[in-house]
């Protein structure tokens, strides 16, 4: 069984940084995409960063910039170092990662997601 588990969270002022991680575990044949969204309450989920497994990256506009999003094949992990945050980033942040449990087999996989809260 595949698990995507974020962390990193948290409360920030304006201005701050916070780096978010998430790792993929169980079993894994390969992974191919890794990306975070956000969702703030009674929004949609919003695409925010992409990075592929030759490390390709791509972001939304509103994060270009100040959103960096990286990834340690290694570790099965993604990363999502955040700077010069607004109060409108405020929302909580999730993981998704296209892999494969198997060969031959990939679809789209879900952390349960980070809060993240941008208030002075």
């Known amino acids: 069984q595949v698990q995507l588990v974020e962390s990193g969270g948290g409360l920030v002022q304006p201005g701050g940084s916070l780096r978010l991680s998430c790792a993929a575990s169980g079993s894994i044949f390969s992974i191919y995409t890794m990306g975070w969204y956000r969702q703030a309450p009674g929004k949609q989920r919003d695409y925010i960063a992409l990075i592929s497994s030759r490390g390709s990256t791509d972001y939304a506009g509103s994060v270009k910039g100040r959103f960096t999003i990286s990834r340690d094949n290694a570790k099965n992990t993604v990363y999502l170092q955040m700077n010069s945050l607004k109060p409108e980033d405020t929302a909580r942040y999730y993981c998704?990662?296209?892999?494969?449990?198997?060969?031959?087999?990939?679809?789209?996989?879900w952390g349960q997601g980070t809060q993240v809260t941008v208030s002075s």
């Open positions: 998704k990662s296209n892999l494969a449990p198997r060969e031959g087999v990939a679809r789209d996989y």
